[in-house]
């Protein structure tokens, strides 16, 4: 997947957010020397290759009363992770949801899904709700709770020369 | 405490979490749906941006799509030494985020470079200055649905 200059440019101009206008694809492409209906259909097509996922509002989810957050772990038979891991990322609570490699001996769990709740009892209510999901293809899970952010800088596309 | 929100602060949150129209004026497109006025829609929007119940208003971008390599990292750090090795991983401008999560691998990051060797240098350069092993977890495949809270 390649992005030519001008959806680069396109991209670092709107990667910190999205001008708060009435015409925000307009407003773009004058810092770019574009019209705004080039934006748009720039944007279309990003889109439609999966570069951008979606256009909106990344909500605070602790100022939303989210106060908990778990990363659940689970340890998936592998033949059905796959098929199961898609329906653990269906449910509404899940956020993000991944497949990735076991740490044997010490991190038996292929199958990753970041939960959130209004305090750790709930989230421990969703958990449950997961193995309920997964049964008899799951041998153990694990949640952990995080309880500092360390750092946090969003991700940036670096800049290229030219 | 800025405000709180009212039912249509919420309606809104839900609303813009979903895709914006790619037209050229999006928010009187939101503010149609929900009955709203587009200068309504955009002076909340604002706001709620201001006040951080929004933390940001764009494109989402899958990160490995616009090039680069992302590895998710565990340690296991004794807690006397914690903050020291805090600070040494912290330093590396290819740690994105740092989370301190109460397991024994206590500290989970994402590394993001421009190539997954990169990935690798980092993590051993991270291991040589903490005497820690620095646990990869790449990602194999991701279930993408969404990122939603209900308002």
Redesign the interface.
Known sequence: MTLDAIDRRIVEATQAGLPLCATPFAEIGDSLGLEGADVIARLVKLKERGVIRRIGAAPNHYRLGMLANGMSVWDVDDAQVDALGAQVGALTFVTHCYRRPRALPDWPYNLFAMVHGSDREEVQEKRAQIAVLLGPACRGSDILFSSRILKKTGLRLRRKEG | MTHQLDDTDRAL?NR?????P???????AIGEALDLP??EV?SR??R??E?????????????A????A?C?C?MSVPEADFETV?TK??AHPE???????????N???VL?T?NAEEIETVAREIEAETGIAV?????????????????
Do not use: C
Not at chain 2, 51 to 63: H, M, Y
Not at chain 2, 95 to 105: D, G, K, L, P
């Open positions: 949150i813009l979490q979903d895709d914006l790619l037209t050229d004026r999006p928010f009187a587009e200068s955009l929007l604002t709620l941006r006040d951080g119940f929004i933390t940001r208003f764009g494109p989402f971008f899958d990160a799509a616009l090039g680069g992302f998710l565990a805090v991983v912290n740690v994105a985020h740092n989370y301190e999560r109460e397991h024994a691998f500290m989970w990051f993001a421009e646990r990869r977890f790449p990602k194999e495949r991701e279930f993408y649905i969404g990122f939603r809270v209900a308002a």
